[in-house]
């Protein structure tokens, strides 16, 4: 992508995003916030979900 491709891209996303009523762009803020990932994949990336996955699969491995 060349840059006046990008720039234009750009802002036709800004105009589009202009053009929203006020009440979806409330609506799609909500809907962000409801998305959320857990803190400990904020703070610490995929390495805890790694973990409890591994040490959740020994535990059954040796039932």
């Not at 060349?2 to 009523?21: A, C, H, W």
Request: hydrophobic share 30%; aromatic share 12%; no cysteine.
């Amino acid at each position: 992508m060349s840059g006046n491709d990008y720039v234009k891209f750009m802002t036709q996303e800004i105009v589009r995003y202009m053009d929203l009523p006020q009440e979806e762009k409330k609506k799609r803020k909500e809907e962000k916030k409801h998305q959320k990932t857990p803190i400990s994949n904020q703070m610490f990336g995929v390495l805890p979900f790694a973990l409890k996955f591994f040490f959740k699969r020994d535990k059954n491995k040796s039932s």
